[in-house]
């Protein structure tokens, strides 16, 4: 039996920051029905030494906020700190200022996600000073994990760093400071043809976990690779395990609207739009305005055994630790994204968002957690 027995919250928490996502509530591809989706159709820069309405927190979530940003603090085990932004984007461009979480067993996770997880990351171990890791997913597809590759960056944890991912049609393009350090093509042999490259609308997600609880997590033959790769089991006596993000801009090269899917291809072509533009990062394009968010609807309470739990097994993003994963050498430079990046001039709107309360979710955030971790991608 187990160590350590998780609160329910913490398996609501649970694997929503998890890269490579096989859960969703609602997706197109598997021919559910699904509602329209709120898009951002502009730029928004959210500046988190304040709270924003921009933004849900996850069930058990409780940021703090500062000249440091919003801190997301792991102090026991059933901590997941997770928020997600409320608006999606139709391909784009999303830039976060950060410090990542120290101390070994502790993930800090940045990702693009779509309904039918696509996914884009970002993710750094407390364990490691000097690197980040990337990686990407297309429609929920785990049969490998050879698509993660690890940069190195100088002292993340030590020091805010701007990272930015830069999505189209055609590429999926990373960046540290203002250094590409890895580029992702449509036709690359690591999408299948494009079958697995990201192409549907995503939002932005971000918080941090526990990649291995304790010793027995360690042991578990269900959950030993996720700990190996988290540095090993988490030593709560050293907390509280901070990460800090001090802004977040979001660009929307899509129209805003509602985003909608025609088909159950899950191709980029299906996507459908009730905003007044073709989704094409044009400068000169006439971005539309940003609709409304309503309340969105909430489910029952998920409650889980420890039996149920313990039964699952995943694997993270950098799962597992081999000759798959590829290290690159590259400068590395700090900052705040350049207004260059973000242009205002061609009718992109850039609003700073401030202070508003927090928000709650319901039944759609649930996922699935193993017994011992204290895991958090968000579905929300």
């Known amino acids: ?45 959210t500046d988190f030494t304040k709270k924003s309405d921009d933004w849900k927190e996850v069930d058990g979530t409780s940021l703090q906020y500062g000249p440091n940003g919003a801190e997301f603090a792991i102090s026991k085990k059933s901590d997941a700190p997770t928020i997600g932004f409320k608006k999606y984007i139709f391909f784009g461009k999303v830039s976060v200022t950060m410090k990542s979480a120290p101390g070994q067993g502790t993930v800090s996770s940045f990702i693009l996600e779509s309904d039918v997880l696509d996914e884009i990351d970002w993710e750094w171990l407390g364990a490691d000073d000097a690197h980040v890791q990337t990686n990407f997913f297309g429609k929920g597809n785990t049969t490998t994990y050879d698509r993660g590759e690890t940069h190195p960056v100088a002292k993340p944890i030590e020091t805010f760093t701007t ?3 830069d ?31 990201p192409q549907t609308p995503m939002r932005v997600k971000m918080g941090s976990w526990i990649g291995c609880a304790d010793a027995a997590a360690a042991a578990d033959p269900k959950t030993k690779g996720t700990c ?27 129209c805003g609207g509602m985003y909608s899917y025609t088909d159950n291809s899950g191709s980029h072509q299906s996507i459908k739009s009730t905003g007044s533009c073709d989704g094409k990062p044009d400068a000169e394009e006439k971005v539309s305005a940003p609709v409304s968010y309503g309340a969105s609807k909430t489910g029952g309470i998920l409650v889980e055994t420890s039996a149920a739990i313990s039964s699952i097994s995943m694997k993270p993003t950098g799962y597992p630790a081999s000759a798959n994963t590829t290290t690159h050498g590259i400068a590395t430079a700090t900052g705040s994204p350049s207004a260059s990046a ?8 850039t609003v700073t968002t401030n202070s508003a309360p927090s928000h709650k979710y319901g039944g759609f955030e649930l996922g699935v957690m193993a017994l011992g971790l204290g895991l958090g991608y968000l579905v929300m």
């Open 163 to 165: 990272y930015t991912i």
């Open 228 to 254: 190996e790769w988290a540095g090993g089991p988490i030593d709560l006596q050293k907390g509280p395990f901070n990460m800090y993000v001090k802004s977040v801009t979001i660009q929307d090269y899509g």
């Open 342 to 349: 973000y242009p205002t001039s061609s009718g992109v709107v």
């Open 167 to 197: 999505w189209t049609k055609d590429a999926i393009k990373w960046y540290i400071g203002e250094t590409l350090v890895r580029t992702m093509t449509y036709n690359d042999p690591k999408t299948l043809g494009g079958a697995n490259y």
């Open 1 to 45: 039996m187990r160590s350590s027995i998780l609160s329910a919250a913490a398996v609501l928490a649970g694997l929503k920051l998890v890269s490579g996502q096989t859960f969703t509530d609602c997706s197109p591809v598997r021919g559910d029905k699904c509602d329209p989706k709120p898009g951002l159709g502009t730029t928004i820069t």
